[in-house]
C-alpha cells in the first residue's frame, strides 16, 4: 500500500478518539478541528516509519497542541467562543442532532468546571481520568515529573467532582512547606532545608535553567546545599496551576520553578527558565 494513503487511513481511524480529546482539553469544536489538523499536518512532515505507536503518536501530538492554544488563551485572557456555559453546545452551521449526542457524550457541567483548570492541569486530568494515559507519558507532553503530573490530575479530579474545601486546605498546608523552604534558602539554614526536603528529592531544571549554575541532582542533602542561600530574589506563586515560586530579575520573570510536595514534604523541584516556556505559563504571585 502507498505510504501516504497508509498514513491517511490510520489517521481517519485515529480521527474521532483525537477529536474527542482535544474537544475535552478545549471545549471548543473549531479548535479542536484546528488541533487535529495540525497534527495531520505535522504527521506528513514527520517520517512515520520511525513511530511505533501512530495512535500514541498522534495523541501526544494533539494533547501539546492543545497545551500551547490553552497557554496562549489563558495569556490573552481569552475564553473559547464556543464554550457552552449559558447555552446549548450545537453549532448552528452544523449537524443538530450530532451535536447534541457530542454535548451529551462529553457533558456540559464537565466542560463548564474544565474551563476553570489551569493548562497543564487540563491536559493531565483529560489524558489520564478520560483517555487512561500512564502519568509516565503524559508528564512529557507538559513538561513534568510524574509525580508532579499525578498531584495536578488529583488536584483536578477534585475540582470536578466538586470537592472545592479538601484543595484549599490541602494548599494552606503546601504553602506553609513552600514558604519554610524559601526561609530557610534565604537564610542559608542547610538543616531548615533538609527538612522540608524528602530523602529521593529531585531537582529537574530544563536546560536554561541549569545554566544558572544548578543541574539536575536527587537527595535531600545535595538539593539542600545547592538551594542555600539562593532564593533571595524569590517570590511565591501558583504556577501554571502549581505552587512553586518565581524570580524576578530587572522586573520580569526570569525562573518559574514548581514544588510537588507528599505527606509534608517536598518531592520534586522542577525550573523552567526557557524564555518561550516562560511566555507559555501562568503566574500568580502569593504573599509567603
Known amino acids: 500500500m502507498d505510504e501516504k494513503k497508509w498514513l491517511a487511513d490510520e489517521f481517519e481511524a485515529n480521527r474521532g478518539h483525537l477529536r474527542a480529546a482535544a474537544y475535552r482539553m478545549l471545549g471548543s469544536r473549531s479548535e479542536a478541528e484546528d488541533a487535529v489538523q495540525e497534527a495531520w499536518l505535522r504527521l506528513n512532515r514527520t517520517d512515520a516509519t520511525g513511530i511505533g505507536n501512530l495512535g500514541g503518536w498522534l495523541t501526544t501530538v494533539v494533547a501539546r497542541i492543545c497545551l500551547d492554544m490553552l497557554r496562549a488563551r489563558k495569556g490573552r485572557r481569552e475564553e473559547p467562543l464556543e464554550m457552552p456555559v449559558h447555552a446549548t453546545a450545537a453549532d448552528p452551521g452544523g449537524d443538530p442532532e450530532r451535536d447534541a449526542a457530542f454535548a451529551d457524550s462529553v457533558g456540559l457541567a464537565l466542560l463548564v468546571v474544565l474551563q476553570t483548570l489551569a493548562p497543564a492541569e487540563r491536559v493531565a486530568f483529560v489524558l489520564h481520568d478520560m483517555f487512561d494515559l500512564p502519568f509516565d507519558e503524559i508528564a512529557p507532553i507538559i513538561g513534568r515529573s510524574s509525580a508532579a503530573t499525578r498531584q495536578l490530575a488529583s488536584r483536578a479530579r477534585r475540582r470536578v467532582q466538586g470537592m472545592d474545601e479538601a ?4 494548599l494552606g498546608r503546601k504553602r506553609a512547606i513552600a514558604a519554610a523552604f524559601l526561609t530557610a534558602s534565604r537564610n542559608g539554614d542547610l538543616e531548615g532545608l533538609v527538612a ?7 531537582f529537574r531544571p530544563d536546560a536554561t535553567a541549569a545554566r544558572y549554575g544548578i543541574g539536575a541532582m536527587r537527595g535531600a542533602t545535595d538539593v539542600a546545599a545547592a538551594f542555600k542561600g539562593r532564593a533571595q530574589a524569590a517570590q511565591m506563586a501558583i504556577v501554571d496551576g502549581e505552587l512553586g515560586f518565581v524570580v524576578h ?3 520580569q520573570v526570569r525562573v518559574a520553578v514548581t514544588l510537588t510536595i507528599d505527606e509534608n514534604r517536598i518531592v520534586a523541584i522542577d525550573a523552567v527558565a526557557d524564555p ?3 511566555q507559555r505559563l501562568d503566574f500568580s504571585i502569593l504573599r509567603d
Open 167 to 170: 484543595p484549599d486546605v490541602d
Open 196 to 202: 522540608v526536603l524528602a530523602p529521593d528529592v529531585i
Open 249 to 251: 530579575v530587572d522586573g
Open 276 to 278: 518561550d516556556q516562560l
